[in-house]
């Protein structure tokens, strides 16, 4: 049963595919109205393991569908870069900001998207734990890097890559559809099982 709330996850070529398809999946278990997007249009897209994915539709159209609950962007060595390059990922930052909406990001995202555009300045980020990418979001000086696995902070989540998209997944559900709904796709994904 949908929650009448809407997730928008961003998708771009080299992505993390986990960090794609399982916040999909969760998002969509968990009651969101989810639209996959594509940065350089709608078709099809090839993810950092090959894995070809074909967005619902291209980031400019879903722009004028907005507003979402949640925009998420996944990380990826290639995939983050190109999302952060990206003056369209920008804007629709900019605007996730200005109406006080979520934003979660993941990997190498945080380090790159958030920190460039200065989305939620200030607030507690983490990224993938590599030198360069920690670095980055020092130097920025923008956010305050917390070096742990999943952290949220106000309208910000963000984790350190692929063995968090669960958690960062169910931490969207959880904001947005509630503690219930968020336990009730954890028992169907069997996650209590492990």
Known sequence: MASGKRAL??????NEDVEVTIPAYIFRYGGLETVIAGIDG???VSLDRD??????????????????????LPGG???????????????????QESGNRLVAAICF??????????????????????VSMMNRILESKTHTL??????????????MGPAFAIGISLAVVRRLSGEEKANEVSKIMLLDKL
Do not use: H
């Open 109 to 130: 995202s945080p380090a790159l998207s958030l920190t460039k555009f200065e989305i939620y300045k200030g607030k507690n980020i983490t990224c993938y734990p590599k």
């Open 146 to 159: 917390v070096e742990k696995g999943l952290v949220e902070d106000g309208n910000v989540i963000t984790a």
């Open 42 to 44: 709608d078709g099809l």
């Open 9 to 14: 996850i961003l998708v771009a070529e080299g």
């Open 51 to 72: 894995i070809k994915i074909k967005p619902d539709m291209s980031l400019e159209e879903a722009r004028k569908t907005g507003p979402f609950d949640v925009v998420f």
């Open 77 to 95: 060595i290639r995939g983050a870069p190109n999302l952060a390059n990206s003056a369209l990922v920008g804007e629709v930052l900019k605007e």
